[in-house]
């Protein structure tokens, strides 16, 4: 029994309810063409006036040096267990419009949709992805020497999930404790804030 697996009140395309963020990673390599596929599955999604604010750095533990530079990149408590990882990726956001230099609202919306396509591609090709806030903006600009109006935003941890057994106490468990998630009821609303929709509130009964 698959004990992540999400427990839906509907049906849901088998990736969608298959992607959880593992803290553990096995220790094999990515190659690169399924790697490209998962920048590629990033590259057609949705954005604002088609403007695509997403970039991407990546290191591989092929690549000793590049990976630690980018580890250092990521906050202590994400450190502990990315290093697992057999890719890193740092996501930077263009939080300007190309054509106008304008600012975009819908950048960092339209990176994380950029994720959502990558983390649904990894899962339906059986590698896992875990994304992180917690990093070092300024570290990474410095390291990188990202340029103005580009920030970085977020990292991702991607490989092949480990088995828990393998794992250490502390992040086994959070790889063994089953998903949760709040009811429809919860956050579809109809008529004012915070009134449940009639067709949540069906759906949970
Ligand atoms: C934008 C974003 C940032 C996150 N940042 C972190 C992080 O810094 N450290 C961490 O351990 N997990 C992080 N996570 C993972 C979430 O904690 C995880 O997605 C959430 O608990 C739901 O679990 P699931 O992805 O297994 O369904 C992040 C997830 C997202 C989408």
Not at 11 to 20: K, N, T, Y
Not at 52 to 78: G, H, M, S
Request: net charge neutral; hydrophobic share 45%.
């Amino acid at each position: 029994m698959n004990i992540k697996k999400a427990v839906t009140d509907f049906p849901i395309q088998p990736a969608l309810a298959d992607r959880w963020s593992p803290y553990g990673f096995k220790d094999r390599p990515v190659v690169e063409a399924e790697l490209c596929s998962l920048f590629e599955a990033a590259r057609w999604a949705a954005s604002s006036y088609n403007e695509q604010p997403w970039n991407y750095l990546v290191a591989t533990r092929a690549d000793p040096r590049e990976f630690a530079r980018l580890l250092a990149c990521l906050v202590e408590a994400n450190q502990a267990w990315a290093e697992t990882a057999p890719v890193l990726v740092l996501s930077v956001v263009s939080l300007r419009f190309s054509k106008n230099n304008q600012d975009n609202r819908a950048a960092v919306h339209d990176l994380g949709l950029a994720a959502g396509n990558l983390s649904i591609e990894a899962t339906a090709r059986g590698l896992s992805v875990h994304q992180m806030i917690g990093i070092l903006p300024d570290k990474a600009r410095e390291v990188y020497q990202i340029p103005e109006h580009f920030e970085a935003w977020t990292a991702m941890a991607i490989g092949y999930k480990a088995d828990p057994a393998t794992m250490p106490a502390a992040l086994k468990e959070r790889d063994l404790t089953p998903r949760q998630r709040k009811s429809l009821s919860e956050f579809v609303f109809t008529g004012h804030w915070g009134k449940p929709s009639p067709i949540a509130v069906k759906a949970t009964a």
